[in-house]
């Protein structure tokens, strides 16, 4: 069966500083991936997907970017975080026929 | 674009049954897709409508009618354990993407 991994599972920084968020997934080979972010009390806001290794489509302009170097391991980075980054982030793949299966997420705070 | 509503909060009383409405407006519609979640938990897939109709899954249901972009969820003999948020979710045909709602606070009260 198929898993998905994040980490970390929650994770403080300063302004300012960078930022890495891994998600992995076992159980499936060449499985479109997503990054959303949640602010608190908030929907789901889509912020990049992927369809393959390299493959990176963003949703909003911001100052995250992701990167797929492996078939099942999607990164979120930044290189300075805003005060607004701060939010749960959530790592899902997709199955067919469509729906999305979501890790348990990283919690962000930035001070 | 695309554009999805449903309630914001709806409460209720254990035992009770609950419905939960959600609309959209998106061009090439092929799916509306229902998750639950819980209070600092990650979004759980529950249900996927693609035709017209009533899929049953135990306790909770969801319906979907294509002529009216509607569909709704539905919690039968409500439990405490119910209390989450209720997310509706579309796809488009060929697509890469689900678009969700903002998502339904259900209180459940004894």
């Known amino acids: 069966s198929q898993t998905i991994h994040q980490w970390p599972a929650t994770l403080v920084q300063p302004v300012g500083s960078p930022l890495s968020l891994e998600c992995t997934v076992e159980?499936?080979?060449?499985?479109?991936l997503y990054w959303y972010r949640q602010a608190a009390g908030r929907g789901l806001q889509l912020l990049f997907y992927s369809v393959g290794i390299g493959q990176i489509s963003s949703e909003v302009p911001q100052n995250l970017s992701a990167s797929r170097p492996q078939d099942r391991q999607f990164i979120l980075s930044s290189k300075k975080l805003l005060l607004s980054d701060s939010g749960f982030y959530l790592c899902?793949?997709?199955?067919?026929?469509?729906?999305?299966?979501f890790g348990p997420g990283t919690r962000l705070t930035v001070t | 674009g695309q554009n999805i509503d449903q309630p914001t909060e709806m409460t209720a009383t254990e035992g009770a049954i609950v419905q939960i409405n959600c609309t959209y407006q998106t061009s090439g519609f092929n799916g509306l897709f229902w998750y639950q979640q819980h209070a600092a938990e990650a979004p759980t897939f529950l249900s996927y409508n693609v035709l017209d109709g009533l899929e049953e899954k135990g306790r909770f249901s969801s319906f979907l009618s294509r002529s009216d972009s509607y569909g709704y969820l539905l919690l039968q003999e409500l439990q405490m354990k119910d209390s989450a948020s209720y997310l509706c979710a579309v796809i488009k045909a060929a697509g890469n993407k689900l678009t969700f709602g903002g998502g339904t606070r259900v209180l459940v009260k004894p």
């Open positions: 159980g499936t080979s060449n499985p479109n």
């Open positions: 899902a793949w997709r199955g067919t026929p469509g729906e999305q299966y």
